[in-house]
């Protein structure tokens, strides 16, 4: 059992030739070691793990303060320099970029992780800071599927945490009257048009402003150029958010257009 699940392993390695008895036997130890060496999560007492639940509280804070002290309400911190990484105005990094859009996305990220952690108020001043400076109406390209599991889903979680504390008549949520939900609903729109397609696979990237532009169709699927292509984990996981935002928000039209793909995906399984 073990050689053979360490020779499937190794045919998903890099390495050009199958390995030796040699080098099984190698790793059959490091098998061993790591199972002597880490301990079975079960087994964990509660000063462990309170141990890790402090050490990765810990860990979130540090991130999480220094962004928004240096960075905010740039998408990212750039760790060496200190300063916010700022779609277009510094180097691009390719590909990579396609997940920022200008807005703080770092701290959509962030919002929900704050009330689990039972930062509310905390939360609620991120909260406040996401509806004030938020602007969606940017001319720029971006990538759907990051857009939609980190900054739609981001802000519905968020929503679902506010609303929660509204209901429980927390004096600091008296402000509160589902902004972030109309915030996930315009993200929501803006990528919408990238599922204008026969196929229902929506196309990877949108403009947030003009859709579906001559200039992303001629840059990705352009004559000479090898057509852009969507894994089936980006277009087949996009209806758990799409599917949360109708439900939310009481329109069908997110949930027909983010659930056509995983359906066909269904379907031909």
């Known amino acids: ?110 919002l929900d992780t704050l009330a689990v952690l039972g930062d509310v108020t905390e939360f609620n001043l991120a909260a406040k800071r996401l509806v004030e400076d938020v602007n969606l109406d940017t001319d720029i390209v971006v990538s759907v599927f990051e857009t939609n599991i980190r900054v739609l889903g981001g802000l519905l979680s968020g929503h679902v945490f506010a609303d929660l504390f509204r209901k429980r008549k927390d004096e600091r949520f008296r402000w509160y009257s589902d902004q972030l939900l109309k915030l996930a609903e315009e993200v929501g729109r803006r990528l919408l048009p990238a599922f204008n397609t026969t196929t229902g696979i929506p196309h990877a990237r949108v ?45 069908p039209i997110y949930e027909v257009g983010g659930g056509k793909f995983t359906r066909l995906l269904l379907f031909v399984g």
């Not at 699940?5 to 190794?10: A, E, I, S, V």
């Not at 309400?73 to 920022?100: F, H, I, N, W, Y």
């Not at 169709?217 to 292509?229: F, H, N």
Request: proline share 5%.
């Open 1 to 110: 059992l073990f050689r053979s699940t360490l020779r499937k392993l190794c045919e998903y390695s890099s390495w050009s030739a199958p390995p030796t008895d040699v080098t099984m036997a190698a790793l059959f130890r490091l098998l061993l070691k790591s199972l002597l060496l880490f301990p079975i999560v079960g087994a964990m007492n509660d000063t462990h793990r309170r141990l890790l639940r402090d050490t990765a509280k810990e860990m979130f804070y540090h991130a999480y303060s220094s962004y928004m002290t240096h960075a905010y309400p740039a998408d990212e911190l750039m760790p060496l320099s200190c300063k916010g990484r700022v779609r277009g105005r510094d180097p691009t990094r390719g590909d990579v970029d396609d997940a920022l859009g200008r807005f703080s996305l770092t701290l959509i990220d962030a």
């Open 207 to 251: 403009n947030l402003r003009h859709g579906m532009t001559d200039d992303i169709k001629q840059r990705y699927y352009g004559k000479g150029k090898k057509p852009a292509s969507t894994c089936t984990a980006c277009a087949g996981s996009l209806v758990m958010e799409f599917a949360a935002l109708s439900r939310l928000s009481g329109n």
